[in-house]
């Protein structure tokens, strides 16, 4: 019997869990804000959080997170270099800092085109002081690593700077894709390096000399030290995180998991007790991957987005993600001030815009301003003001367009009305200050000319109705990933009819979700009584539903996978092997399939730290029967590994 500490690092809440492996009780939970801007500080405090004695029996920490999901989302982490080999690939790449260089195999693996050593040291020696990290991608590198190693080689001579190999991330064809993937992890690396320090820094000062392991997208674990080299398995982690605490709190096989967090609404297909694994690799934020995650539909909203008016009148709420007034009223005893005496002297009658949403800088040092824009930091020095203070004592043209594009390029926060607030204000979720919201959805009632009670009523219903969209969205999605929603003209017509309230259609249907729903989330508890009416839902909301990623973390699978393949070359009838190390030529498939065995038992031995594990395989074979010979053609080995760490 095992102590595990799980801890899933997200975008508003940092949670943590410790529960035994042989009882499955819950021993301890926190939840903690997260402080994206210093890790080490809302890790620190979980840590904290624990009884000395509880944290001498822990045997391991199993992390999730969120970060790299939000990171690749909204378009932050390190500069990356790419450097491609052989060709461009056709499609749109996630950074524009690239160079493309001569060398090329074929879909063989067969050299057609050798590497120049002189290019390949200009081409690296390019990227000096540009690039926080380098991507390399080759055609065909797949089916022949070799010249991505060496230039891999050359990069960590020259630049001494993180770099990432495709062929290492992926075995599958397709070369964009794999190319994508592999400037992601680039990306990455420091962030998520950045998190593992800090979650081993803390372990140190308790000194505990335990096991540190990390949720990959697919919901299983992955060890610290393979995690610092592909965090891009760390994609979805959160959401696959979400899935495995859902399922194992509510005891379904069959089911789609919502996590309602403070930023998105994330849903996840569970099938037979299992998360069910996009087969094509995951897809983020617009760019298709080769990462291996839980089938996952997200949409931008959560406990803190943005409730708003548009120009017609109607109420919107997200994506954007913002500060609650709940907590910045907790956070900011001044913003109180200011709002109360706006509140008192009625002032908001006169607001042509959200003039009672405030905004607070990330850099109070003012230093992160262009120089039209100083006036604003200089004002938001000492903290938060809203933007009818702002306006007057600033007076500059264009305000509202400056801010706003502040606020795009996330030297503004903004703090407005979310459902968080409102939650508040009804007294179901009351953590925080509630006067602050109170007094924020009475001026926004008043500026929609309605009162308090009407505008609660309006918002739970659209939410209600953004609820049984995402969901009926997720369903649609999981029985059909190849359908674009926003190019189909018929599923925007039947989303429309879903929340339409009177219509004159000649057609009128009823929709049923076959799985149950299993709700887990802080906010979700609340928002799901509005809910799945009209998709004919059963809902369940599990015990400690609020830490239910904390503890997915804590029950994830140790499991870890690989598959090498063997194909026979066709011109020199050799077998070859294509390994995650090397492609390798055997002049008979037993000596091959020996090879491929070391290979794969020498590479999981990396992935777990263990220098002793023998894994179990299966092999696979894909052979032809065909008329007239006693015996198939083989076309193709598999050889599938599986080991728990």
Not at 214 to 232: D, Q, S, T, W
Request: proline share 5%; with cysteine; charged share 20%.
């Amino acid at each position: 019997m095992q102590t595990i500490l799980g801890i899933d690092t997200g975008g508003t809440y940092t949670d943590s869990v410790i529960i035994t492996t042989g009882t499955q009780a819950v021993l301890h939970k926190a939840k903690i804000l997260t402080t994206p801007q210093n890790l080490r500080d809302c890790i620190a405090r979980s840590f904290e959080q624990i009884p000395p004695p509880l944290r001498e029996q822990l045997s391991a920490v199993y992390l999730s997170t969120t970060l790299a999901t939000n990171a690749i989302a909204l378009r932050r982490g390190a500069e990356a270099g790419l450097i491609l080999i052989g060709a461009k690939p056709e499609g749109r790449l996630p950074t524009s800092l690239f160079r493309v260089m001569r060398g090329r195999h074929d879909i063989k693996g067969r050299v057609i085109q050798n590497l120049d050593p002189t290019e390949v040291e200009q081409t690296v020696d390019f990227f000096r002081g540009k690039a926080a990290a380098i991507a390399i991608s080759g055609y065909a590198s797949i089916r022949n690593p070799a010249h991505e190693a060496y230039v891999r080689n050359v990069v960590e001579e020259r630049l001494h700077i993180p770099v990432v190999c495709a062929h290492e991330l992926s075995s599958a064809l397709g070369f964009y894709e794999r190319t994508v993937t592999a400037v992601l992890n680039a990306r990455l690396i420091p962030a998520v390096h950045d998190l593992i320090r800090s979650v081993k820094a803390e372990m140190a000062r308790f000194d505990l000399s335990i096991p540190l392991m990390i949720v990959k997208g697919n919901g299983c674990l992955m060890h610290e030290a393979y995690a610092r080299l592909r965090p891009i398995e760390t994609l979805l982690s959160g959401p696959a995180a979400s899935a495995n605490g859902g399922r194992y709190l509510a005891k379904a096989r069959d089911c789609i998991v919502l996590d309602m967090g403070g930023t998105t609404t994330d849903l996840v297909n569970v099938t037979n007790g299992d998360l069910q694994i996009q087969s094509e690799g995951a897809r983020i934020a617009g760019w298709s991957t080769r990462v291996k995650a839980a089938e996952v539909f997200t949409v931008g909203l959560g406990g803190d987005s943005r409730i708003h008016a548009s120009a017609t009148g109607e109420i919107r709420i997200g994506p954007e993600k913002v500060i609650p007034f709940c907590r910045a009223g907790t956070q900011y005893p001044c913003l109180l001030q200011e709002i109360d005496e706006i509140y008192r002297s009625q002032a908001y009658d006169r607001f042509s815009y959200h003039d009672y949403e405030a905004f607070v800088s990330v850099d109070p040092d003012n230093a992160c301003f262009a120089e039209h824009a100083k006036p604003i930091g200089a004002a938001l020095t000492q903290g938060p003001h809203t933007f009818a203070f702002l306006a007057e004592a600033i007076r500059l043209p264009n305000l509202h367009a400056i801010i706003e594009e502040l606020v795009r390029q996330g030297r503004l926060l903004r703090i407005a009305l979310t459902p968080t607030d409102v939650l508040h204000v009804t007294g179901e979720y009351c953590p925080w200050d509630r006067r602050l919201p109170a007094q924020c959805l009475a001026m926004f009632s008043a500026r929609c000319k309605t009162d308090t009670p009407r505008m609660i009523s309006l918002i739970q219903q659209t939410m209600g109705n953004a609820i049984d969209r995402a969901l009926f969205q997720a369903a649609l999605y999981f029985d059909r990933p190849d359908l674009d929603f926003t190019q189909n003209d018929a599923v925007e017509y039947f989303l429309a009819q879903l929340n339409a309230k009177d219509t004159a259609s000649n057609l009128v249907g009823a929709y049923r979700l076959q799985k149950q729903v299993v709700a887990i989330g802080a906010p979700a508890v609340s928002w799901m009584r509005q809910a799945g009416r009209k998709l004919q839902l059963t809902v369940v909301v599990p015990p400690h539903a609020d830490i239910a990623n904390a503890i997915g973390a804590a029950v994830a699978s140790r499991r870890q996978q690989l598959d090498i393949l063997i194909r026979r070359e066709s011109v020199t009838a050799q077998f070859i092997v294509y390994s995650p190390q090397s492609r390798t030529a055997h002049g008979t498939l037993a000596a091959a399939t020996a090879h491929a065995i070391r290979s794969g038992t020498a590479f999981m031995r990396r992935l777990t730290q263990n220098p002793r594990l023998k894994p179990d395989y299966k092999i696979e074979d894909l052979e032809i029967a065909e008329t007239g010979r006693e015996s198939p053609i083989f076309i193709e080995r598999m050889i599938r590994f599986c080991a728990a760490q």
